[in-house]
């Protein structure tokens, strides 16, 4: 299972970032592209919360949030049901790191999954996944900028 990594130094305290993201149901407003998101059976704090995430050209995935810490500024979920993607038992993570009391703060997007590809397909893959997180981060930073 590839795990992809994106790291990214944000200039912000790790409360006001972990303000930003806390909320599963929020995402949309650092999520490439701004999808419109959906919650069903709770809201964007409750564990079990299925989101929908649908883009403006239709597509859609499912994600269930399956871990929260406050101490430690963890979010983990799994992405379920079928993908428009050649990956399946996607799981992905979100965590802070504070550098400091006052910021800046490391963000660190993680995405595991499988995947049939072959190598070198799964290579071009990866890519476009650590792109794609990496492109996240930095809508998010700019919400702090």
Known sequence: ????????????????????IRDFGSHSQWIEHHPKITLEGGDGLTIGVRRRVTYSDGSYFDEVLTGMDDRVWVQEYDVIGELPLPVYNVYGAMQ???VSGEGPTLVERRLTYDTPLSEAEARDFEQSRLQLLSGSLDILAALFE
């Open 96 to 98: 802070l790191y504070p």
């Open 1 to 20: 299972m590839p795990t992809v990594r994106a790291r990214r130094i944000i200039n912000a305290p790790v409360a006001q970032i972990w303000a930003a």
